[in-house]
């Protein structure tokens, strides 16, 4: 699978934004810090997830990020999507021309996996992730070692 760094930080930095999007602004730096992502590499996704609408800045004193609609409305597969990346299992990246030029004799075989792939992340909204009780459980382990303002236990 050809998910890369870029995809699976950009997940991983929208999920935290998620949990802890009702306590206002998020600051790259405690995303970098907490989720261990180099905070340069952290501003490169942000300025395509902003471009994409899904997340907006907040500037000022207490400024940083925050969810740019409801996290109900947005789906795994449109944060890959946002910075570039391609859920593609295909050796020719789609293109049909795997075996000099000509489609491979699995071809089929790994755009079918890309598509059930990608049904797969566009059917999962952060929403629906971060609710996970497992999900809330390192969120907390991860902020009580960061003296980060603890995310709320389920219930």
Same mark, same amino acid.
Not at 101 to 128: K, M, P, V
């Given at each position: 699978m050809r998910l890369s760094t870029k995809g699976r930080y950009a997940v991983t930095a929208m999920m935290d934004l998620a949990l802890h999007n009702d306590r206002g602004p998020v600051t790259l730096a405690a995303i970098s810090q907490c989720q261990a992502i180099s905070l340069s590499y952290l501003e490169q996704l942000f300025a395509k997830l902003r471009r994409a609408r899904l997340v907006e800045g907040v500037r000022g004193p207490g400024g940083g990020y925050r969810l740019a609609r409801p996290s109900d409305a947005i789906t795994v597969a449109q944060i890959i999507r946002a910075v570039d990346e391609k859920v593609d299992a295909t050796r020719c990246h789609g293109q049909e021309n795997c075996q *000099?030029?000509?489609?491979?004799?699995? =071809?089929? &075989?790994?755009? /079918?996996?890309?598509? /059930? &792939?990608?049904?797969? #992340? *566009?059917?999962?909204? #952060? =929403?629906?992730?971060?609710?996970?009780p497992e999900v809330q459980a390192i969120a907390r382990r991860q902020d009580m070692q960061q003296h980060r303002q603890l995310v709320p236990a389920p219930g």
């Open positions: *000099d030029g000509e489609r491979c004799l699995t =071809h089929e &075989l790994w755009a /079918e996996l890309s598509n /059930e &792939l990608f049904t797969y #992340l *566009d059917g999962i909204t #952060l =929403h629906e992730f971060v609710g996970r």
